[in-house]
């Protein structure tokens, strides 16, 4: 009998992976806070992420009950129009250079190299002021314009 070579394994915790000491205490706890009122936007605040979404019961440190009164309250408060449901939050995209100048949109093979169905002419937009316009001119014989 042979033994197969295997990779070491990172050594495990030993405590279980728990967290060494006391739990930390909700901010609830901390400022003794009896009653969680929708219209104290201040406090929910804190309850919530930077995109306006509820934070867990891990993040927060809340009980099960402080948790859902939270919830509640913040739900109120945003159909009150006192919070937001969301918040925009702007990223910047990487401008990527064109593929072959126009988009790869020349010729009337597509991607695969096949002809296109349509015969290859895109449907381009029409200019309004440099196109020349098909509607006749007619002259108006209105109330103001009668000729007569």
Known sequence: MSK???????PRPKDGGKRPGKKKPSILVQEKVEYI???????????????SKIRSRRVTSNTTQQQREIATAVKNAREMALM???KRVSTQRNSRPPRDGDGGR?????????????????SA???????PTTEATTVDAGVDGEEG
């Not at 804190?46 to 995109?51: G, L, Q």
């Not at 020349?106 to 895109?122: I, T, W």
């Open 4 to 10: 197969s070579k295997s990779t070491p394994r990172a």
């Open 37 to 51: 009122d929708y219209k104290d936007v201040n406090l929910l605040q804190r309850f919530v992420s930077d995109r």
């Open 84 to 86: 937001p449901y969301t």
């Open 106 to 122: 020349e010729g009337r093979e597509g991607r695969d190299g096949r002809e296109r169905r349509d015969g290859g002419e895109s």
């Open 125 to 131: 937009a029409v200019d309004p002021v440099t196109a």
